[in-house]
């Protein structure tokens, strides 16, 4: 086990090398200039390119690779290059928004898919199943921004029920932090709920269909024991790595969500970073994003074992 933790991590170590450097390519070689953004639009050659030598852009490639890449083992992610502060301490500031509207979408997604997932392949062929794959189809193909805009007209401008948009950190208040996350997350879980939902009736299915499910139901046991102590426990490694991809995933959808709904959070502050050329914002996020991925994944892994005690590294 040992080993294959630390094999993991050696890989991981060197997915990240590679992921930086092709964000460190991919932002250098992409049209447009920060310099240039930076002096407007009545700016004279000399003032741009003083200012391109303030920001270290004349430096050669490789010299600019490793000052950013020394600087993150280091610790530090760098200086915005508008805002003119530390980018560590924009990300914290916009940390707890984009963590608080994750967690909510995946607790969300997970406790709906699951027990959605786990009932349709009970009464398979009935109503519930016959729901769950309306509803699937439904959470596939509506992109994000209608479903999101769609609970905004009837909820908050028709109902009034919730908050159109914005958030509410969770020191003020946890009624006021829920109601103004609630209609975001769901906008955003849908897709993943029906994901889940999906993958958790396939394996479902399969298990129970398995000789020893019929020799447990021969012997008398309740549907509760078949469905939760054999089935769902045997079933448990493909819906597992099912809701470590979906966790993974919702990053890139939590910048739509949080850019319709007006939420301060990561997403946001991509965007804006995007829009004014802001390196060091961008590389950061993106690398930070990418660790998360790679950590989400060697987590699953390591849970298998647990799950299914037949899987031995």
């Known amino acids: 086990m040992a080993v294959y933790v630390l094999r993991r991590l050696l890989s991981a170590i060197a997915v990240m090398v590679m992921v930086g450097i092709f964000v460190f390519l991919l932002l250098r070689l992409a049209p447009g200039d920060p310099a240039t953004i930076i002096a407007g639009r009545d700016a004279t050659p000399e003032m741009i390119a003083g200012i391109r030598e303030q920001l270290g852009l004349n430096d050669p490639l490789a010299i600019q690779f490793a000052h950013w890449s020394l600087g993150i083992v280091g610790g530090d992610l760098g200086t915005s290059i508008f805002a003119g502060r530390p980018v560590l301490e924009l990300i914290g500031q916009r940390l707890e928004p984009t963590l608080s509207l994750s967690i909510l979408t995946m607790l969300l997604a997970v406790t709906i ?17 016959r729901l769950l794959a309306a509803f699937s189809a439904l959470g596939y193909s509506v992109p994000v921004f209608v479903v999101a805009y769609f609970l905004i007209y009837f909820f908050a401008m028709r109902t009034h029920w919730l908050p159109v948009q914005g958030y509410v950190p969770l020191e003020d208040g946890l009624a006021d932090w829920f109601m103004h996350l609630i209609l975001p997350s769901v906008a955003l879980g849908l897709a993943y709920i029906a994901f889940i939902a999906r993958v958790t ?19 008398g046991a309740s549907s509760y024991a078949m469905l939760f102590h054999h089935a769902l426990k045997n079933a448990g490694v493909p819906i597992l790595t099912v809701i470590g991809i979906s966790f993974a995933y919702l990053i890139g959808g939590v910048v739509l969500t949080e850019t319709v709904f007006n939420i ?12 004014n050329r802001d390196y060091p914002i961008i590389q950061s996020v993106l690398i930070l994003t990418s660790g998360l991925y790679v950590l989400i994944n060697l987590t699953v892994d390591l849970l298998y074992p647990l799950i299914d005690p037949r899987i031995r590294y």
């Open 113 to 129: 898919g699951v027990s959605f997932g786990i009932f349709a392949a009970w009464l398979t062929g009935g109503f519930v199943d």
């Open 201 to 219: 009736r396939a394996s479902m299915l399969e298990v129970l269909s398995e000789d020893y499910m019929r020799t447990a139901a021969a012997k």
């Open 264 to 275: 301060p959070g990561i997403g946001r502050l991509v965007v804006d970073a995007i829009n």
